[in-house]
T-cell receptor, first 113, second 116 residues
Framework: GENVEQHPSTLSVQEGDSAVIKCTYS??????FPWYKQELGKGPQLIID?????GEKKDQRIAVTLNKTAKHFSLHITETQPEDSAVYFC????????????FGSGTRLSIRP | GAVVSQHPSWVICKSGTSVKIECRSL??????MFWYRQFPKQSLMLMAT?????????EQGVEKDKFLINHASLTLSTLTVTSAHPEDSSFYIC????????????FGPGTRLTVL
């Protein structure tokens, strides 16, 4: 089955700087890669996703890149703000796995004022 | 659009009792719903896949007789934790795939279960 690895587990950046979180996946059949932000005591919130037919996607300060050959995908947050502090999860899914989403282990992002 | 709710948001129960958690898609029909469990400072672990009108599919290691799932309509799935024990205390989260959507899941706000 699919295995998603995520690094780093914790990340602290100065406000205004960029943050990068990296993930790898194992199943070449995976074709949908969502990223979620989870605040304390709440459910995960989709912040951006990318499908396997696209190499990069951007939404304001957030961007995601995908390298299918290497089975790598990354989240980039620019101009970080205090409200970006949260736990971020990458995930992978494929239609062949009945659309089950397999989550990475999470990255706790802290933005220093 | 694509809002998923859960009820209750938190529950405290005594050991040995059963607890039912509801997951509703408020503004769309969900052919498939998923149930996850999340322990403190850990990731979400998929427990089962719930399809409307059919039996749920459980992940390896999840006891189907302990975690009863009912997906009776296109907008409601329920998870019942039977004979709950302190080790069942966790954050339970559901998600739903909108009918006709390409595997994008919408997550509920979660239910905090504490078993005394």
């Amino acid at each position: 089955g699919e295995n998603v690895e995520q690094h780093p587990s914790t990340l602290s950046v100065q406000e205004g700087d960029s943050a990068v979180i990296k993930c790898t996946y194992s199943d070449s059949a995976s074709n949908y890669f969502p990223w979620y932000k989870q605040e304390l005591g709440k459910g995960p919130q989709l912040i951006i996703d990318i499908r396997s037919n696209v190499g990069e996607k951007k939404d304001q300060r957030i961007a995601v890149t995908l390298n299918k050959t290497a089975k790598h995908f990354s989240l980039h947050i620019t101009e970080t703000q205090p409200e970006d502090s949260a736990v971020y999860f990458c995930a992978a899914s494929s239609l062949s796995s009945a659309s089950k989403i397999i989550f990475g282990s999470g990255t706790r992002l802290s933005i220093r004022p | 659009g694509a809002v998923v709710s859960q009820h209750p948001s938190w529950v405290i129960c005594k050991s040995g009792t059963s607890v039912k958690i509801e997951c509703r898609s408020l503004d769309f029909q969900a052919t498939t719903m998923f149930w996850y469990r999340q322990f403190p400072k850990q990731s979400l672990m998929l427990m089962a896949t719930s399809n409307e009108g059919s039996k749920a599919t459980y992940e390896q290691g999840v006891e189907k007789d302990k975690f009863l799932i009912n997906h009776a309509s296109l907008t409601l799935s329920t998870l019942t934790v039977t004979s709950a024990h302190p080790e069942d205390s966790s954050f339970y989260i559901c998600s739903a795939i909108r009918a006709g959507s390409y595997n994008e899941q919408f997550f509920g706000p979660g239910t905090r279960l504490t078993v005394l």
